[in-house]
């Protein structure tokens, strides 16, 4: 079992920066392929970034690509979403997800078991 909270999520301008955190109980964290998830209001949840167990490898969504980095401190049970230049359509809900072991599809939701609430992140024009 693994309980996710994410937090960082705020009101930021278009260009700016946030670093959104997930932070990760239990004791098998680095078992855990880990994944952000973002949710507009009217559209369905879609993949933004994934990382490996190990952090050895990452996957992004073509939009977020160049602009976000997802990292793990598993040391901490940490993972984060550095995002960098903001755009109004990066608003969404934020959610932290994690599966257990390697999926196949980093970029599917069902490779993932465990979710996190959300955090919401506002980009303003």
């Known amino acids: 079992q693994v309980q996710l909270v994410e937090s960082g999520g705020e009101l930021v301008q278009a260009g700016g920066s946030l670093r959104l955190s997930c932070a990760a109980s239990?004791?098998?964290?680095?078992?855990?392929?880990m994944g952000w998830f973002r949710q507009a209001p009217g559209k369905e949840r879609e993949f933004v970034a994934g990382?490996?167990?190990?952090?050895?490898?990452?996957y992004y969504a073509d939009s977020v690509k160049g602009r976000f980095t997802i990292s793990r401190d598993n040391a901490k049970n940490m993972v984060y979403l550095q995002m960098n230049s903001l755009k109004p359509e990066d608003t969404a809900v934020y959610y932290c997800?994690?599966?257990?072991?390697?999926?196949?599809?980093?970029?599917?939701?069902?490779?993932?078991?465990?979710w996190g609430q959300g955090t919401q992140v506002t980009v303003s024009s």
């Open positions: 997800a994690a599966g257990m072991g390697t999926p196949a599809n980093f970029r599917a939701s069902r490779s993932y078991s465990y």
């Open positions: 239990g004791r098998t964290f680095s078992s855990y392929a």
């Open positions: 990382i490996h167990r190990t952090g050895g490898s990452t």
